[in-house]
Structure formats: structure tokens, C-alpha cells
């Protein structure tokens, strides 16, 4: 049972996620202003939240930087068509995906599955004593900058290797072009997204991964890293 | 030709002066002939030849000259009555006295043009001056031309002046491509009007040229190597430094001009730049407005259609009602966006009829279908309130559009008080509306804000169209809408509506 916490003005909405998560088994808790939602995190310690960036008392992005003051739970931002920019500064302010409206449950619960099981791995044994991390059946030893994938070990050069390490601790969420560059390359570098594009081009090559199903795209936003999910 | 009749008559009556002068000094001069020194008439009659040179210029002066030569040679040199002259010192004297008039006659007369010329240019400086004064304002381009023609009317004083433009054509047409901008002065017939549009066309290599008939003087306005209009002036009688003049000045108007144009264009950038950012700023608002409700439709109905989940009846039936509002919710969207585009379009025609406002709210409640429960709102109104005299339709959604924001703003289910009151004169009755609820309020900066089209207070919280709609319908029925500052808590909307005189709403 996963705890939820909705944060959206909508009251359609909210009552509408209400009931479909309640049906699928999850616990939720609803909160209809930026405020009430940082103290929902606080008190009913959700395993995830969604975030409405349209709030009416602060603006979502705020909301969202300020819970990752003293929390590390999945947060998964509900934005407008369109709104790319906001989409952006929120996954770099913090969040781990977004969702755009109008949009299906079915597609929400998948979004929900991911980042709830990442997160887990984060802050479980994902990184386990001898800093080796696992991703489905990816591995990768960040002691001796070794990756394997099905038991075959990769080749990587060292700045792909940096690359898959940074996807891999962050599985789960949408890094942005941004985000990557500043962290693997250097925080000299933010705005040469071709350099992104390049190397996460070679990696999915060695990774067997020429469809993206493990290192997904997300159009115009950036990348991230999702073990393939679990049949259900 | 009118000056030029005057310039006659001011020289024939120099002419006549000066002649008139001259026979009176011969009439007081002659009955002391015999008295008089030889030099003495020779001193008198030059009197009457700066009086000439002075009023007539030169030539009044000279014939002034050649009077006093003659009168005094035949009455005072002996012998008398004859133009021989005798004595060798008289002749001595009449010769002085040609040379002394014709010197004088010649000194008197370059002063007066050397004083002439200087008034002159002093006149051309100020008109300059002005002109340039005038050309240098933050004025739109209809009123510089207009300033144009009208100065150039003035100084030059032809018989009308008009000022043509490259008008705008489809490329590719035969047609003139010059049309008259402005134009001052009389008489400019229709006829000279075609001759004038029909000739033009070819203002690239026309410096200043009489063209057409004669004195018709046409100059190009050229400014940056590129010409801009063409001014023309018709029946003008020319001096040789009004020519030069005329230059200076379609230079100076043809800066002007060129100056006013990219003014007007880069008005124009501005305002489609405006137009732009308003566009975008809709269409953020509408796809906002209108994903909003559509997904909590969409989000409900996966629900309902996923297998596997365990939803019980009362879920089902919670999640059919809430697409039920949610598209009544899309439809009343959709109405306010058609009202929009009729306040857009100009064609909003308010019908009123008399109406109780009991019965007014309950259509608005009927129009929000269900989104706020008839015992949530409390009407607090006097008993003799008067009859609205209202287009319910119009009236009735914006009281909807104030009780839905109202509902939307405190889903806890806190009451909406709708108050009213008689304001307004006895001849011109109104009543003043309000409506009032304990959600979170609009901060003080946002309130006139929130009244524009497809403002959005606190991030999208409030629909974009439903004040902005309400504001427009208002005011089409000639009252007033606005957020009460005075309120501690929650947000009370205010308007008023015109009502009946003397009908009380209760008889």
C-alpha cells in the first residue's frame, strides 16, 4: 500500500484521484494549498506526492523546493500542455516527474510505480556497502567503475560511465539536460544539450538499449533511467 | 496677379508722391526767385527725391531727379523760361545738383534694399524656425503634413498647396501611385486633382521643376536618398531666394515626414507585439480553463474503465456525478467564451425586462447546476428592494460566474451571502449587488486585475473569464463592478444594476 498525498486546488481533480487511487489500494491524503501540502508532507509522510504547479496561495515550484528542504519523497508535478519551462525548473528544483493534464489513470499508477520503486532503491539498499547500485538487471560498481548488464560487463569510457552512475542514482526521475550537464560534465557547462544527446546516444548502443526502454527520452526535457517494470 | 497690382499702384504712387512734392517746392520756391541765392533751389529740390527714393525706390527717385533737374534749370537759371543756361557758375550748379540727386538717389535706395533684405531673411529665419519647431513635436503624421501644406501656404502664398504620397497599392498595379496627403488654400478642382494624381507617379528624379501647367512648382521631398512625397504649389510668383528657401524647406519637411512615417511603423510593431502577447496570454488561460475541468472528467472516467480496481457503488456513483459537474462545468466554459467573443465583436445587445432578485439568483443557481446547493447561499435583502430591470440572461450569468468562483474559491461548504441594497437617485434607481464568501480572499494589488480578460489570480486559481465576462455585462447594462476592500476576511464582489423606478419588488 503506497500513501499518497494530492496536492491540487481542483477539487474535481483531487476527488477524482481520491477515489481511483483509494480503489487500486493506495492510502491518500489531499491538500488544497501550498502550505497545507508541506505540512501533509510532514505529518502523513507520504511514500509520494502529486503537485499541482497552479496553486493559490504559493507558486507549485516553491512548494516543491521547499519539501525537498527536509524530505526525499517522490514528488511527480501535474502541469499544463505546453508549459515546458515550468516543466523544466520544477524537475530541477526538485521533482522527479510530471504528468500532463488531461490525463489517465492508467498512465498516473505507471508514473506512480516508477517513482515509488526508485525511490525505494535510493534510499534502501540501492547503494549497498561495497557502492555497488542495481537497476533491474543493470549493475554498476562505483568503486571500480565497472557496469555489467545481464551478468555481460560494458565498456564504457570514463565521461559515460559518470553519465550512467548520475542516471542510475538518480533512476527513477527526469534529470534534465541541464542537470546533467552541471553534474557529470562540470558546472561550467548547462547549455550544450548536444553533448547530453551524444553520449546517452553511445551509451544506449553498449547498453543494448537502442530503443530507450531502459534510458528513456523525454522530448525536449531531458532523460531518465527506468528498469524495465515488472510484468503485473 | 493681385500682388503684383500692388506691387504698380505702391510705385505709381511713389511716382506721383514724389511729382507732388517737386510742385510744391516750384510753388513756394518761385515768388522769392529773385531773392534767392543760386544754390538754395538746388538744396529745396532735392526734398522731393529721397521722399521719392524712400517711398518709390530708385526709379521714383530718379524721375524726382530729372523733375527737379528740369524745373530748376527753366524758373531759376537765367535766362528764365528756357533750358539754356548763361553763366558759366551756373551751370557749375546745375551739375552739382544731378550729381548730388542721382548719388543720394543711388545711396538711399541700396539702404533701403540692403534693409529690405535683412527684414526679409529675418522673416524667412523665424519661418524656419517655426517650421522646424513644429516639425521637431511628438505629432502623428496626418497632423505634420497637414502643418506642412498650411506653412508652406502661408509663406509662399500660392494658390493652393498640396502635398502627395506614395499611396499604398497592390504590387504590380498601372495605376498613380501618388495620392494627395493634405492640401491647403483654395480652389484645388477636381480636375487639377487628376492632373495632379494622373501626372504623378515619378517622384525619383524631380528636383524642383515646373511640371504641368505653367507656374505649377513641384519638389520633390526627398530624405535618405529615398523620395517620400511630393509637394506642389500652384500659381506661385517666385523671387529667386524664395526658390532657394522652398528648398531648404521640403528638406527639412521631408526629414519630417520620413521621421513621422517610421514613428507610425514603430507604433505599429509595438501594438502587433502587444496584440501577440495578448494572444498568447489567452490562449495560456483558455487551454488552462478548459484542461482543468476536462481532467478531473478524464482522470474519473479511466477509473471507472480500468479493470481490476475495486471500486465500490458509492465511488461509482461519486465519480459519475463529479463528470456530470465537470462537463457542465466545460459547458459553462464554452459560454463564456462565446459571450466573450460577442463582447469582442461588438455585438452585445442587452434586453431588459423587470426581474425580482430572488428569481435571479435561482437562475444563476440553475446555470452552476448543482455546483453550489441553494442552502448554501443566504440572500440578505431589504423588503422594498425595487424590480431589477435587467437582461436575466446576461445578469444571470454573472451572478453564476461570481457564485462559481465563490463556490470553487471554499469547497469547505461555508455559506455565500448574496446581499442587495437601493442606491441610486429616484429617477435614476439602482441596486447595488454583492456577493460574499469566506475563502481566502484576493490580495489588494489583484484586485482591479482580476477584472481583465484572462488574468489569472495566484497562478490559475480563478477562472481567466468569468470576472472579465462579468465586468463586460455590468457594464453593458451601465453600472459598476468591484472587489470591497473593506472586508476582513474572504472576498465580497460588488455591482451595480440599474432597477425600476417606483415598482417595489414585493407588492
Known amino acids: 500500500m503506497t500513501k499518497v498525498l494530492v496536492v491540487d486546488d481542483d477539487v474535481a481533480l483531487v476527488k477524482a484521484l481520491r477515489i481511483g487511487l483509494t480503489a487500486r489500494g493506495d492510502e491518500v491524503a489531499t491538500a488544497q494549498s501550498g502550505v497545507e501540502g508541506i505540512n501533509q508532507v510532514a505529518l502523513f509522510h507520504p511514500d509520494l506526492v502529486i503537485l499541482d504547479l497552479g496553486l493559490p496561495d504559493l507558486d507549485?515550484?516553491?512548494?516543491?523546493?521547499?519539501?525537498?528542504?527536509?524530505?526525499?519523497?517522490?514528488?511527480?508535478?501535474?502541469?499544463?500542455y505546453g508549459d515546458e519551462r515550468r516543466k523544466v525548473e520544477a524537475l530541477?528544483?526538485?521533482?522527479?516527474?510530471?504528468?500532463?493534464?488531461?490525463?489517465?489513470?492508467?498512465?498516473?499508477?505507471?508514473?506512480?510505480?516508477?517513482?515509488?520503486?526508485?525511490?525505494?532503491?535510493?534510499?534502501?539498499?540501492?547503494?549497498?556497502?561495497?557502492?555497488?547500485?542495481?537497476?533491474?538487471?543493470?549493475?554498476?560498481?562505483?568503486?571500480?567503475?565497472?557496469?555489467?548488464r545481464g551478468g555481460t560487463v560494458l565498456t564504457l569510457t570514463s565521461r559515460e560511465f559518470d553519465l550512467l552512475a548520475y542516471l542510475a542514482r538518480y533512476a527513477g526521475k527526469v534529470c534534465t539536460h541541464h542537470m546533467i550537464l552541471k553534474d557529470v560534465w562540470g558546472?561550467?557547462?548547462?547549455?550544450?544539450?548536444?553533448?547530453?544527446?551524444?553520449?546517452?546516444?553511445?551509451?544506449?548502443?553498449?547498453?543494448?538499449?537502442?530503443?530507450?526502454?531502459l534510458l528513456r527520452t523525454v522530448p525536449g526535457i531531458g532523460y531518465q533511467l527506468v528498469a524495465d517494470a515488472p510484468a503485473d | 496677379m493681385q500682388a503684383l497690382n500692388g506691387t504698380y499702384r505702391h510705385a505709381a504712387l511713389a511716382i506721383a508722391a514724389a511729382?507732388?512734392?517737386?510742385?510744391?517746392?516750384?510753388?513756394?520756391?518761385?515768388?522769392?526767385?529773385?531773392?534767392?541765392?543760386?544754390?538754395?533751389?538746388?538744396?529745396?529740390?532735392?526734398?522731393?527725391?529721397?521722399?521719392?527714393?524712400?517711398?518709390?525706390g530708385f526709379w521714383a527717385g530718379a524721375l524726382a531727379a530729372v523733375t527737379g533737374f528740369l524745373f530748376y534749370d527753366i524758373f531759376f537759371l537765367p535766362p528764365y523760361g528756357t533750358l539754356t543756361v548763361h553763366a558759366a557758375s551756373n551751370w557749375l550748379a546745375l551739375v552739382v545738383y544731378l550729381v548730388v540727386v542721382l548719388v543720394v538717389a543711388r545711396v538711399v535706395t541700396q539702404l533701403h534694399t540692403a534693409r529690405d533684405e535683412a527684414r526679409r531673411r529675418e522673416q524667412e529665419a523665424g519661418r524656419l524656425f517655426e517650421l522646424s519647431q513644429a516639425l521637431i513635436g511628438d505629432i502623428g503624421i496626418s497632423e505634420l503634413l497637414d502643418h506642412i501644406v498650411i506653412t508652406v501656404q502661408t509663406v509662399f502664398a500660392p494658390r493652393w498647396t498640396a502635398l502627395l504620397l506614395p499611396a499604398a497599392l497592390p504590387a504590380g498595379s498601372d495605376g498613380p501611385d501618388l495620392r494627395v496627403a493634405a492640401r491647403a488654400g483654395q480652389g484645388l478642382t477636381a480636375d487639377e486633382l487628376t492632373s495632379l494624381t494622373a501626372s504623378g507617379g515619378q517622384i525619383r528624379?524631380?528636383?524642383?521643376?515646373?511640371?504641368?501647367?505653367?507656374?505649377?512648382?513641384?519638389?520633390?521631398?526627398?530624405?535618405?536618398?529615398?523620395?517620400?512625397?511630393?509637394l506642389v504649389l500652384q500659381e506661385v510668383q517666385f523671387a529667386r531666394q524664395d526658390r532657394a528657401l522652398l528648398g531648404t524647406f521640403a528638406n527639412q519637411a521631408a526629414l519630417a515626414v520620413e521621421r513621422a512615417q517610421l514613428r507610425d511603423q514603430a507604433l505599429r510593431t509595438r501594438l502587433l507585439e502587444e496584440i501577440d502577447r495578448w494572444r498568447g496570454a489567452m490562449m495560456g488561460a483558455v487551454s488552462h480553463d478548459l484542461r482543468t475541468p476536462l481532467a478531473s472528467v478524464k482522470a474519473a472516467v479511466s477509473s471507472l474503465r480500468q479493470e481490476g480496481t475495486a471500486l465500490n457503488d458509492v465511488d461509482r456513483a461519486e465519480l459519475l456525478e463529479l463528470i456530470e459537474l465537470q462537463s457542465d462545468r466545460l459547458a459553462r466554459l464554452v459560454t463564456n467564451l462565446l459571450d466573450m467573443t460577442r463582447i469582442e465583436s461588438g455585438a452585445l445587445a442587452v434586453?431588459?425586462?423587470?426581474?425580482p432578485l430572488d428569481e435571479l439568483v435561482d437562475e444563476s443557481l440553475a446555470a452552476v447546476n448543482g455546483l453550489v446547493p441553494r442552502r448554501r447561499v443566504?440572500?440578505?435583502?431589504?423588503?422594498?428592494?425595487?424590480?431589477?430591470?435587467?437582461?436575466?440572461?446576461?445578469?444571470?450569468?454573472?451572478?453564476?460566474?461570481?457564485?462559481?468562483?465563490?463556490?470553487?474559491?471554499?469547497?469547505?461548504?461555508?455559506?455565500?451571502?448574496?446581499?442587495?441594497?437601493?442606491?441610486?437617485?429616484?429617477?435614476?434607481?439602482?441596486?447595488?449587488?454583492?456577493?460574499?464568501?469566506?475563502?481566502?480572499?484576493?490580495?489588494?494589488?489583484?484586485?482591479?486585475r482580476v477584472f481583465e480578460m484572462f488574468s489569472q489570480n495566484g497562478g490559475g486559481a480563478r477562472s481567466g473569464l468569468g470576472l472579465a465576462?462579468?465586468?463586460?455585462?455590468?457594464?453593458?447594462?451601465?453600472?459598476?463592478?468591484?472587489?470591497?476592500?473593506?472586508?476582513?476576511?474572504?472576498?465580497?464582489?460588488?455591482?451595480?444594476?440599474?432597477?425600476?423606478?417606483?415598482?417595489?419588488?414585493?407588492?
Open chain 1, 92 to 148: 530541477d528544483g526538485g521533482a522527479d516527474d510530471f504528468i500532463t493534464k488531461p490525463f489517465g489513470m492508467a498512465e498516473l499508477e505507471a508514473r506512480l510505480r516508477v517513482a515509488v520503486r526508485h525511490s525505494a532503491a535510493r534510499t534502501g539498499n540501492g547503494t549497498d556497502l561495497s557502492g555497488t547500485m542495481t537497476i533491474g538487471d543493470l549493475e554498476i560498481d562505483l568503486v571500480h567503475h565497472m557496469a555489467t
Open chain 2, 378 to 448: 443566504h440572500i440578505d435583502a431589504p423588503p422594498d428592494l425595487p424590480l431589477l430591470e435587467i437582461d436575466h440572461v446576461l445578469m444571470g450569468q454573472v451572478l453564476a460566474n461570481l457564485l462559481e468562483n465563490a463556490a470553487r474559491l471554499c469547497p469547505d461548504g461555508s455559506p455565500i451571502c448574496i446581499g442587495a441594497q437601493s442606491i441610486g437617485t429616484p429617477t435614476a434607481p439602482f441596486v447595488e449587488i454583492s456577493v460574499a464568501d469566506e475563502g481566502p480572499g484576493i490580495a489588494a494589488e489583484e484586485r482591479e
Open chain 2, 205 to 230: 528624379s524631380l528636383g524642383m521643376d515646373r511640371t504641368g501647367p505653367p507656374s505649377r512648382v513641384a519638389v520633390a521631398l526627398v530624405a535618405s536618398n529615398r523620395p517620400v512625397g511630393l
Open chain 1, 60 to 80: 507549485g515550484l516553491e512548494v516543491c523546493r521547499r519539501i525537498r528542504e527536509f524530505s526525499d519523497v517522490p514528488v511527480i508535478v501535474l502541469s499544463a
Open chain 2, 19 to 56: 511729382l507732388a512734392a517737386q510742385g510744391a517746392a516750384l510753388a513756394v520756391l518761385l515768388p522769392f526767385r529773385s531773392h534767392l541765392s543760386v544754390a538754395t533751389p538746388a538744396l529745396v529740390f532735392l526734398i522731393p527725391v529721397i521722399i521719392g527714393v524712400v517711398v518709390g
Open chain 1, 187 to 213: 558546472p561550467g557547462y548547462g547549455a550544450e544539450s548536444n553533448y547530453v544527446r551524444v553520449y546517452t546516444h553511445r551509451l544506449r548502443k553498449k547498453l543494448n538499449d537502442d530503443e530507450g526502454r
Open chain 2, 469 to 507: 465576462i462579468a465586468k463586460a455585462f455590468v457594464e453593458a447594462h451601465g453600472g459598476s463592478i468591484w472587489i470591497d476592500p473593506g472586508v476582513a476576511r474572504g472576498t465580497r464582489v460588488v455591482f451595480t444594476v440599474p432597477a425600476a423606478t417606483n415598482v417595489p419588488q414585493r407588492v
Open chain 2, 351 to 355: 434586453r431588459p425586462t423587470l426581474m
